[in-house]
């Protein structure tokens, strides 16, 4: 199997990583934290119409917005499960084309940095486990479903990848 990634590709890798970065540390006090609504999570929802080149995106925006992280080095480990579950994103809705799955991902991807980002948090600081993993689900649930959801069906009607960038075409693994 290998990857074509083209030029736009780089492009598109590198604008949704300067946004989602750029949204991270201007609104870093919703965006670090036990109680937090990392609002570019919200992005999360272009990631299936982007394809690889989202997901790459996605990750790369997640490691260099956790380099401001108070939580410090630690935090950039967050990036693996980060990429791991924007590319279940992406792969799921590739191979069903059933909107509703982003839905079922985003929550999935939800649960999985709940998970560690509040197991992160609760060792830093001591913070009750159960409880900041519940906290860091439900932010990311608001901005990856409750926002990301309308993004990803408001950016798939309007069709608007299409027309800022020609016939984009998704890169595919061969």
């Not at 036990?34 to 690889?52: E, K, T």
């Not at 579950?85 to 991902?105: C, E, G, L, P, W």
Request: contains cysteine; positive net charge.
């Amino acid at each position: 199997m290998q990857l074509k990634i083209q030029a736009k590709d780089i492009a598109l890798i590198g604008i949704y990583a300067a946004l989602y970065a750029a949204l991270v540390v201007v609104l870093g006090a919703f965006s670090y934290g036990p109680i937090q609504v990392r609002i570019a999570d919200s992005m999360l929802g272009a990631v299936p119409l982007l394809g690889i080149a989202g997901v790459f995106g996605h990750t790369l925006g997640v490691f260099v917005s956790n380099m401001f992280s108070t939580a410090g080095p630690l935090d950039l480990l967050n990036t693996i499960p980060s990429f791991v579950m924007s590319f279940v994103v992406y792969y799921v809705y590739k191979r069903t084309q059933n909107d509703y799955t982003v839905i079922a991902t985003c929550l999935a991807y939800s649960v999985v940095i709940g998970t560690t980002v509040g197991w992160m948090l609760s060792y830093l600081y001591g913070l009750p486990l159960l409880l900041t993993i519940a906290y860091v689900a439900i932010g990311n649930i608001i901005a990856s479903v409750l926002i990301g959801w309308p993004i990803f069906k408001v950016l798939k009607k309007t069709g608007i990848f299409q027309r800022l960038l020609g016939n984009y075409e998704k890169p595919e693994a061969e």
